[in-house]
């Protein structure tokens, strides 16, 4: 049980697909983030939601969509996807009020994404 | 630009040896963070330890320990007697307090073998 839920655990989809991956976190965190860890590259800092308000979005292409509703859920929609960004896609949650990445961070189990 | 570099890429030892995992970072920032994080085979990332710029003691947790070294730009983590349960890949990472990017290091996947 790690306090941070991403659903579902896999997903294949064609790159004309559209679906949505879904984070949900049970430990009254302030921030959220998502993150791509593909083959053979660093862990990548996708978009940042700090209080629901995306703080950053490291220069991702628009097919990703991230969605904040509210502090506990966090969804990222995908549509048009290319086979590179077959990857595993990670939640995290953390207590941040402010800006500053300095907070431990908790991670969701990701969902293995795989595109045809 | 802020960078990690963990060099060793995979490392395999015997239970019960000790272990040094590398982490090398560069920042131009005087206040910054450093992690180490576990990845298991599940896939979710397990936070061990934050440090801040200002302090450089070196810490122990049970079997972990981390040597924080500001003059080489280094954050080692030593496993002691190592289990096989410890085998996970590895991630050290920086923040830097004046921007909202946190980087990872490529990671370092040891193998504890019984």
């Known amino acids: 049980e790690t306090g941070v839920t991403q659903t579902p655990r896999h997903l294949v989809m064609g790159m004309t697909n559209k679906k949505s991956l879904k984070c949900e976190q049970h430990l009254g965190h302030n921030a959220m983030y998502w993150y791509k860890q593909s083959a053979k590259k660093p862990l990548e800092l996708m978009f940042v939601?700090?209080?629901?308000?995306?703080?950053e979005n490291n220069s991702v292409p628009s097919r990703f969509s991230p969605e904040c509703p509210n502090s506990s859920h966090l969804f990222l929609h995908l549509h048009t996807l290319q086979p590179e960004d077959s990857a595993l896609y990670l939640c995290?949650?953390?207590?941040?009020?402010?800006?500053?990445?300095?907070?431990?961070?908790?991670f969701g189990d990701g969902t293995r994404l795989s595109i045809l | 630009a802020q960078k990690v570099t963990q060099a060793q890429t995979e490392i395999s030892v015997v239970e019960k040896e000790d272990v040094t995992l590398d982490c090398v970072y560069e920042?131009?920032?005087?206040?910054?963070?450093l992690f180490w994080y576990k990845q298991p085979p599940s896939g979710e990332l397990v936070f061990l330890i934050r440090r801040n710029s200002f302090d450089e003691q070196n810490e122990i947790s049970g079997r972990y320990s981390w040597n924080f070294q500001k003059s080489t730009s280094s954050f080692n983590f030593t496993i002691t007697a190592s289990q096989v349960v410890d085998s996970a890949v590895y991630f050290c990472?920086?923040?830097?307090?004046?921007?909202?990017?946190?980087?990872f290091g490529a990671g370092t996947r040891l193998t504890v073998k019984p």
């Open positions: 939601y700090s209080l629901e308000e995306r703080v």
């Open positions: 990472a920086l923040s830097e307090a004046k921007n909202n990017d946190m980087r």
């Open positions: 995290a949650s953390s207590q941040d009020r402010d800006l500053r990445l300095n907070q431990p961070q908790h």
């Open positions: 920042t131009r920032d005087t206040t910054y963070y």
